[in-house]
């Protein structure tokens, strides 16, 4: 719950940057982020039922307002990766329409002042809750982690076990280098989600810190409320360009690390 620490600008961004936790296990070895967790599911299943409810009456015709806006997005997103991934694979649209639109909803959580959601929740005895589930690094690696595990698959599929350990061993040096060769290749892919993850993240988290700054600025008499909304303002419309984009990038990233794992080097 709120303190009198949380009245300083320090301890008000302290707050609102702290996730609401449940430690599971012995001594607290396993802590979730509820807030995150539970955010995330609700934007996806927002998501998900907002194009269900525009294709459920799908026709051939003349669509609907919101059937042909839904077809416009997902027509966009299959353009994209079909013209960025080189393979036979179907599961690839699928994946970057769930990658871009599940992000682009968590991203948009942005765009609420936290205290239009915290204050509320506060009121029902949740003393902390961070709203944006992509400015917390579990969210993004989580992601990123899953899109490490694709590429993988996707070498698999495409080269077999003893393909890729060859390609492992033998890239791109020749075989004469192989410890060589092992060290750079883990070395890319481990640094792939980690990049895919960190870039997401950083960006939100710092905007994230940005519109909590101008928030407190806002109450600071007649004087600072003209310049947090002039900022305020400023910085929304920035983001209305840095939300979407962060969306972009990192399922457009995925893409080409999904083609580039079936490319034989």
């Known amino acids: ?15 609102h940057l702290q996730n609401l936790t449940l430690s599971v296990g012995e001594g607290g070895f396993w802590t979730l ?42 027509e966009f997103v299959d353009r994209q990766a079909r013209d960025t991934y080189h393979g036979s694979s179907k599961l690839v649209t699928p994946i970057a329409i769930t990658l871009f639109f599940w992000i682009l909803m968590m991203n948009l959580l942005k765009m609420v002042p936290a205290d239009f959601i915290a204050r509320p929740l506060e009121l029902l005895g949740v003393g902390y809750w961070k709203p944006v589930p992509t400015a917390d690094v579990n969210a993004t690696l989580g992601l990123s982690i899953s899109v490490f595990f694709l590429t993988l698959f996707f070498a698999l599929r495409a080269k077999g076990v003893g393909g890729l350990s060859h390609e492992f061993l033998t890239a791109p040096f020749g075989k004469w280098m192989m410890p060589f060769n092992l060290l750079i290749n883990i070395v890319e892919w481990v640094s792939k989600p980690i990049s895919l993850a960190m870039r997401l993240f950083g960006n939100m988290f710092g905007g994230e810190i940005v519109f909590l700054l101008i928030w407190v600025l806002g109450g600071a008499g007649l004087l600072g409320a003209l310049a947090g909304g002039l900022f305020g303002l400023g910085w929304m419309l920035f983001h209305i360009l840095v939300i979407p984009l962060q969306a972009f990038i990192f399922m457009m990233l995925s893409i ?9 080097h």
């Open 33 to 74: 982020h509820l807030d995150t967790l539970i955010t995330a599911v609700i934007m996806g299943l927002i998501i998900v039922v907002a194009f269900w409810l525009g294709t459920r009456k799908a026709t051939a015709g003349v669509p609907g307002k919101w059937q042909a806006f839904v077809e416009i997005l997902l």
């Open 1 to 15: 719950m709120a303190t009198d620490a949380e009245l300083t600008p320090t301890g008000y961004i302290q707050h």
């Open 256 to 264: 080409v690390y999904l083609s580039l794992a079936e490319d034989t």
